[in-house]
């Protein structure tokens, strides 16, 4: 009875406590009176940290689909792509058969200092096995990354002969340019996979090396590039730009007015330039798309990209966590807003906007990509007609490419076949590669992938399941054996290239290189003739 008793009055004077609150919240106290109300009255403990969390994450669904709250490590992990560089052990790998396949180290880094080599497999780590584990490329990255000065101990299988190495992690840069090679003796190529502090400046050091190879025009490849900070995209464009020239602007309700305006010289204004854009280019590579088509400085190849015009400012908080609520927009120098319409707490409808444009059939037709006259503009100098809306609508559109698509083909990728057998190619044949192709140049104008090799990814596929399906192998044969022979040639040499050996067979490539060698089409669709 006297536990009744007891409880009976501990809930009489809670009443009464939450009773005297005032009749009226401001939204803040409501929100701060809710959280206690949970916290002293539900039926289980509750951690007060998840309870916030979770809220943040609520209130922010209710906005737009970009803004979004992080924990600590995910705020890590997001920044340390767009900071250009993190600590480790400098290698690029392969999870393939629960064994971790060294692909490449980095120059100078301290797995190369160390003697680690291409085709070493990585069995342990701090005396945690990671070979037949079946983890995960995130949990590797764990063990193997660590602050700078720290040694990882290494056990590696090269061959039948397991070798200890202590390699001392040290800052390891992570690259924006992922390829560059001349296309053709007056045409240069360079893809760019991330806007990040250095992108700027690795792409000059690319010209710079292509200039000195001879070229005159550019390709610049932004197709798949997510975007990252509007300064790197800023500053890129300025790279191509006269002084002076606006390349992008952002207004939001509290957020003041802000154009970005090219403050000196670029150093490419003469050449030729096309810029190749798809549905997956967002953000950053957008604004560069944008700057350079408004500004009739460059035309634009391939599909609309994916429309991301909303700015981000990050908030942080002491714990390491952070919110990245957007404050602004995005708008091009004509005045086009590059965000596509969503509405507001609708974020799963909005992220299935690439599957609404494959039923429509826009990935296929340009003649699908709504251009109503209420979002018509006008690039700044030859008074072109260019659509807001959502996206930059390229100027020459290519229809997305299934030419050599089959199920055998995707599900030799999907089982990461292609890659395993490669590797146990080159494992086995390196030293007698390196004999016949020496260099990346003897590689690429000599080797042809051999039909023991074939066979032998028919052989691999088969034991992982995937039935020979000799029609749909023949169909897909020709990017089969570009990849294979690029993904050698990435592993055989510091500058061997892997898009090179599949850009014959890509349409988007190939629309642009046909473009930039015909002076006339180029001017006359510069000039909106």
Not at 48 to 65: G, W
Not at 144 to 171: C, M, N, Q, W, Y
Not at 402 to 429: C, E, F, P, W
């Amino acid at each position: 009875m006297k536990k009744i008793y007891i409880t009976l009055l501990t809930l009489c004077v809670a009443a009464a406590a939450y009773a005297q609150l005032p009749e009226k919240f401001t939204p803040d106290q409501k929100l701060r009176a809710a959280e206690a109300i949970i916290e002293n009255f539900y039926v289980e403990d509750v951690n007060s940290d998840t309870i916030v969390s979770e809220a943040i994450i609520a209130m922010l669904k209710t906005l737009d689909p970009h803004s979004a709250y992080s924990t600590p490590q995910e705020t890590k992990e997001f920044t340390e792509p767009l900071q250009g560089k993190f600590s480790g052990i400098g290698i690029q790998f392969n999870m393939l058969e629960d064994t971790v396949y060294v692909i490449q180290t980095v120059a100078g880094g301290p797995s190369e200092k160390v003697g680690i080599l291409a085709g070493d497999r990585i069995i342990s780590a701090n005396d945690t096995v990671i070979a037949g584990k079946k983890m995960v490329n995130t949990q590797i990255m764990k063990k193997l990354r660590g602050p700078k000065g720290s040694t990882v101990d290494l056990k590696v299988k090269r061959g039948d002969e397991i070798i200890d190495f202590a390699v001392v992690r040290d800052d390891i840069p992570l690259y924006s340019v992922d390829e560059t090679f001349m296309a053709d003796p007056q045409t240069g190529y360079i893809r760019i996979t991330r806007f990040a502090e250095d992108t700027a400046n690795e792409v000059r050091d690319a010209m710079k090396k292509l200039k000195k190879q001879g070229m005159k025009n550019l390709i610049l490849d932004v197709s798949g590039n997510g975007g990252g900070y509007l300064g790197a995209a800023f500053d890129l464009a300025s790279e191509f730009l006269p002084k002076g020239t606006p390349v992008v602007s952002t207004a939001g309700r509290n957020a003041k007015p802000f154009d970005y305006v090219t403050e000196g010289q670029g150093g490419f204004l003469d050449g030729r330039l096309v810029v190749i854009a798809d549905q997956s280019s967002a953000s950053a590579s957008e604004i560069l798309s944008g700057a350079l088509q408004d500004n009739d400085r460059a035309l634009v190849v391939g599909r609309r990209t994916f429309g991301k015009g909303l700015v981000q400012r990050p908030f942080p908080f002491p714990d390491g966590s952070m919110i990245r609520l957007t404050i602004s927009r995005y708008y091009t120098p004509s005045g086009r807003c590059i965000q596509r319409p969503y509405e507001k707490g609708h974020g799963e409808e909005y992220y299935l906007d690439m599957l609404n444009r494959y039923k429509s059939g826009e990935l296929w037709s340009a003649d699908s990509i709504a251009r109503p006259d209420s979002l018509k503009y006008e690039t700044l100098r030859n008074h072109r007609p260019v659509y807001g809306g959502g996206g930059i609508i390229p100027d020459v559109f290519v229809p997305a490419d299934t030419s050599y698509y089959s199920t055998y083909y995707r599900d030799l990728i999907a089982k990461g076949v292609i890659n395993r057998t490669v590797i146990n190619y080159v494992d086995a044949n390196r030293k007698a590669l390196l004999a016949d192709y020496p260099t990346a140049k003897a590689y690429e104008a000599g080797f042809a992938v051999p039909q023991s090799l074939l066979d032998n990814l028919i052989a691999n596929g088969t034991e992982k399941g995937i039935e020979y399906n000799e029609e749909q192998f023949n169909t897909s044969r020709p990017m089969i054996e570009a990849i294979m022979a690029g993904l050698v040639a990435r592993d055989l040499y510091e500058d061997g290239s892997y898009y090179k050996a599949i850009s014959p067979l890509s349409k988007d490539f190939k629309a642009a290189l046909d473009l930039i060698n015909d002076p006339e089409r180029y001017d006359r669709l510069l000039k909106g003739l």
